[in-house]
């Protein structure tokens, strides 16, 4: 797997990650914040290293 999107992320993996809440909305990248965005429940699952979290206790809400 090359990692040579964004966030050194794989561009195939990119298109295939989704939400892990029960919606399974699939995520856009916020680069400047380093994360992976999920446009339904506005939570950001940061990506440490080129791997992304997607679990839903390391999640932040990005709304105010």
């Known amino acids: 797997m090359s990692g040579t999107g964004p966030l050194g992320l794989d ?3 990119l298109q295939v ?3 892990p809440d029960t919606h399974h909305s699939p995520l856009t990248v916020d680069e400047a914040a380093g994360e992976l965005v999920c446009p339904t429940c506005d939570r950001g699952f940061p990506v440490r290293d080129g791997i992304p979290v997607l679990l839903l ?3 932040r809400t990005r709304s105010a």
């Open 11 to 13: 561009p195939v993996l």
């Open 17 to 19: 990650l989704a939400c």
């Open 57 to 59: 206790d390391e999640a």
